[in-house]
C-alpha cells in the first residue's frame, strides 16, 4: 500500500492554525452520519434472528439472498454517486439518501411478502450506495494528510460502534414490541437528522461561515500544496484501470467478504451456540465491536504518526485469519472458546479502515481519488455481498459454522497477502498525463 510522501509540508505559520474547530463540528457529523447508514443496512440481520425468518417463511437461502440483495444496488450506484460528490455537493447527495434510506428502512417493517421485501433491500443499497466513498471524498476536502487517518476513523466508528448498540437496542426492540416496529422506528432518526446535516455541513472549508479564517486559509493551503505534489492521471477512467486501484478493489472485495459474513450472521451464530434469548445474543454479539473501537483509534493514531498505512492494514487482517482459523479448529462443540477468537477476528478485521482509505487519496488527485474510491467500495460490496450470501448459505447447508469461519480465514489471508503489493510508483508509471485536482 502506498506510503504518503513528496507533498510539500505546511509552513510553520500553517502548523500554528490547523486548529480544532473542524474536528470538533464535522468529525461528530461524519460519525453519526454513517451510523444511521449502518444502522439502517445491519438490523436485518437481528430481524432475521428475532422472528422475521418464522413470520415470512424465509428458507436459510432465501434470508442470506435477501441480505445481500441490498449490496447489488450499493454496487451499481457506488461511482455516479461518489463522481456526483466530488463534483458538486457531498451535502447535497447526503440529505437526500438520509431521507430515502430512513423512509425505505421503516418501510421493511410493514411489508408482508419475500418479493417486496427483496425490491426495498436493493433500494436500501442504492441510496446508501454513495454514503461511505462520499463521505470520504468530504473529509479529504477538510483534513490534510497528517490528519486523515485520524478522521477517517472517526467516520468508519459509526460501523462498530452502531453494531456495538445495535444488537443490544434492537434485540430488546424487538422483545418488547416486534422486528416489524424495530425496522419503523429505526428508520426514523435517518429523516430527521438530514435536516440536522444540511444545516451544519458546507462542502469545503472556503464555505464554512463558522470556520476560524486563520484555520481556513491554512487548511486550504496545505491541501492545496499536497495536491500539487501528486502524480497527475490522465483521466478517472485511467486512475480506476492503474494496477493500485485493481489490487485494492480485490483486496477490499476478500476483507468485505469476511468483514461482512461475520457481521450479518453473529447474531444468529451467537445465538445458536449460546442458547440465550435475542435480547442477551445481543449483548453478547457486541463484545467484539468493542474491542474494534479500541484497536480503530489505537491504529489510526500509530499509522498518522509513522506515514506509513500498509503496515497498519495487513498485520490486522493476517491476525483475523488466523483467529477466524482457529475457531473453526475448535469446532462447534467448544462454542464460547471459539467466541474469545472470534472477539479477537472481529477487533482486528476493523482496526485497518482508516489507514485503508486515507491512503486512496494520498496517491491519487482529488477527482481521480473520488471514482477509485468507490470502485474499491463497490468490489466491497460484492465482497459483503458474497459473504452474507455464503455464510448463510454454509452454516445452513452444514448445520454449523464451522465452514463459514473456514471460508472467512482464507479471504482475510488472501486479503492480508495482497496488500503490500500495493506501490505508489506503480500508481506513477501508469499517469503520465495531466489530470489534476
Known amino acids: 500500500m502506498p506510503t504518503p510522501s513528496g507533498a510539500s509540508a505546511p509552513t510553520a505559520g500553517d502548523q500554528g492554525v490547523l486548529g480544532t474547530q473542524r474536528w470538533a463540528r464535522l468529525l461528530p ?70 431521507i430515502a434510506w430512513g423512509a425505505l428502512a421503516s418501510l421493511q417493517g410493514v411489508l408482508t411478502n419475500v418479493p417486496t421485501l427483496m425490491v426495498v433491500r436493493f433500494l436500501v443499497g442504492v441510496v446508501e450506495a454513495a454514503v461511505l466513498p462520499a463521505m470520504v471524498i468530504f473529509l479529504s476536502h477538510w483534513f490534510t494528510k497528517k490528519e486523515r487517518g485520524r478522521a477517517k476513523t472517526f467516520l468508519i466508528l459509526g ?33 430527521l437528522w438530514a435536516f440536522v446535516f444540511r444545516a451544519l455541513v458546507a462542502d469545503r472549508p472556503k464555505d464554512a461561515g463558522w470556520l476560524n479564517p486563520a484555520e481556513r486559509d491554512g487548511v486550504e493551503r496545505t491541501l492545496a500544496a499536497e495536491q500539487s505534489a501528486l502524480q497527475p492521471v490522465r483521466s478517472w477512467g485511467a486512475a480506476m484501470r492503474s494496477p493500485n486501484v485493481l489490487l485494492l ?20 451464530i451467537v445465538k445458536a451456540g449460546s442458547g440465550q434469548g435475542i435480547g442477551l445474543t445481543g449483548v453478547i454479539s457486541g ?118 469461519f473456514l471460508l472467512m480465514a482464507l479471504s482475510l489471508a488472501v486479503a492480508a497477502a495482497v496488500t503490500p503489493l500495493v506501490r505508489r510508483d506503480r500508481t506513477a508509471r501508469s499517469a503520465p498525463a495531466a489530470f489534476t485536482a
Do not use: C, H, K
Not at 160 to 165: A, E, F, G, M, S
Not at 290 to 303: I, K
Not at 385 to 394: D, E, K, R
Open 29 to 98: 457529523i461524519a460519525f453519526v452520519t454513517y451510523s444511521l447508514a449502518y444502522l439502517d443496512r445491519s438490523n436485518y440481520s437481528v430481524a432475521v434472528a428475532g422472528g422475521m425468518r418464522e413470520d415470512l417463511g424465509i428458507t436459510g437461502g432465501i434470508a442470506a439472498l435477501l441480505g445481500a440483495a441490498f449490496f447489488v444496488g450499493y454496487f451499481l450506484f457506488q461511482v455516479p454517486g461518489a463522481l456526483y460528490a466530488e463534483r458538486r455537493s457531498v451535502r447535497t447527495l447526503i440529505f437526500w439518501s438520509l
Open 159 to 191: 460501523n462498530p460502534v452502531t453494531v456495538l448498540w445495535l444488537t443490544v437496542v434492537s434485540g430488546y426492540l424487538i422483545e418488547a414490541t416486534s422486528w416489524r416496529w424495530m425496522f419503523i422506528l429505526e428508520g426514523v432518526p435517518a429523516i
Open 249 to 268: 478493489s480485490a483486496q477490499y472485495l476478500l476483507w468485505s467478504l469476511g468483514v461482512y459474513g461475520f457481521v450479518f450472521w453473529l447474531p444468529t
Open 287 to 404: 463484545a467484539p465491536y468493542a474491542l474494534a473501537v479500541l484497536l480503530m483509534v489505537l491504529n489510526s493514531r500509530a499509522s498518522d504518526r509513522s506515514g506509513n498505512r500498509s503496515l497498519y492494514v495487513w498485520p490486522w487482517l493476517a491476525l483475523g485469519a488466523a483467529a477466524f482459523y482457529g475457531s473453526y479448529l475448535l469446532g462447534p462443540d467448544r462454542f464460547w472458546l471459539s467466541f474469545v477468537l472470534l472477539v479477537i477476528a472481529g477487533g482486528a478485521m476493523y482496526a485497518p479502515y482508516g489507514p485503508y482509505f486515507a491512503s486512496i487519496s494520498e496517491f491519487l488527485p482529488a477527482r481521480a481519488a473520488a471514482p477509485a474510491i468507490a470502485l474499491v467500495n463497490s468490489f466491497g460490496a460484492v465482497g459483503g455481498f458474497a459473504g452474507s450470501y455464503l455464510v448463510g448459505w454454509l452454516d445452513s447447508s452444514t448445520g454449523s459454522s464451522s465452514a463459514s
